[in-house]
């Protein structure tokens, strides 16, 4: 009996394999090849020699990335960020966990399972990625836009150089009530 998780998992495989298929750029990993037999489907992606940015800054010092190392890590998002919104490409799913670093030390967007086709005059309402990197306009049902992706690396350059995520609470339902009131 196929479950709706299935089906879930079936759709962020496809829409994983479609962003791929169409992007070529230096800072999104590449795949390489699909293959599936009787019992699994196989993603064959570019291999990033660091692993995700999640462990690299978690074996600094306090987990505080120095300056330079976040702004480097910054620039290289944002030409990737800025590449997929060219294509109509709605990320939703930055952190650290799904930036990979590359043998040459190149940030690469990995894990594209959250994505979706949008237009920039287009909404969409679905609430999806890790509740800490959630942006305002996501949490209020009201639609949402490119504008989430570029919320979510304020938080994700908050953490690298404070060491902790500028809304994090044990509670999710606190997160997100974080996340709408603090006063940044």
């Not at 998780?5 to 496809?14: C, E, G, S």
């Not at 990993?29 to 995700?52: K, P, T």
């Not at 190149?106 to 999806?128: E, P, V």
């Not at 995520?165 to 996340?179: C, L, V």
Request: some cysteine; overall charge positive.
């Amino acid at each position: 009996k196929v479950t709706q998780a299935h089906l879930q998992n079936i759709r962020r495989l496809r829409r994983e394999i479609k962003t791929h298929s169409i992007c070529y750029h230096p800072n999104i990993i590449q795949l390489y090849h699909v293959h599936q037999d009787v019992a699994s489907l196989y993603i064959i992606e570019e291999y990033a020699q660091y692993g995700d940015l999640f462990d690299v800054v978690n074996n600094i010092n306090n987990r505080r990335a120095p300056l330079s190392f976040v702004l480097f890590t910054c620039s290289q998002i944002v030409l990737a960020l800025t590449y997929l919104h060219q294509r109509n490409i709605l990320f939703r799913d930055l952190r650290l966990e799904n930036i990979v670093v590359s043998g040459d030390l190149r940030m690469k967007l990995t894990d594209f399972g959250n994505a979706k086709f949008l237009s920039r005059r287009q909404k969409t309402y679905t609430l999806c990625g890790v509740p800490e990197s959630c942006a305002p306009e996501m949490l209020c049902s009201k639609g949402y836009s490119h504008s989430v992706d570029w919320w979510a690396l304020g938080v994700l350059l908050y953490e690298m150089s404070i060491g902790y995520s500028p809304f994090y609470s044990e509670n999710e339902m606190d997160t997100y009530a974080r996340i709408l009131n603090r006063d940044l």
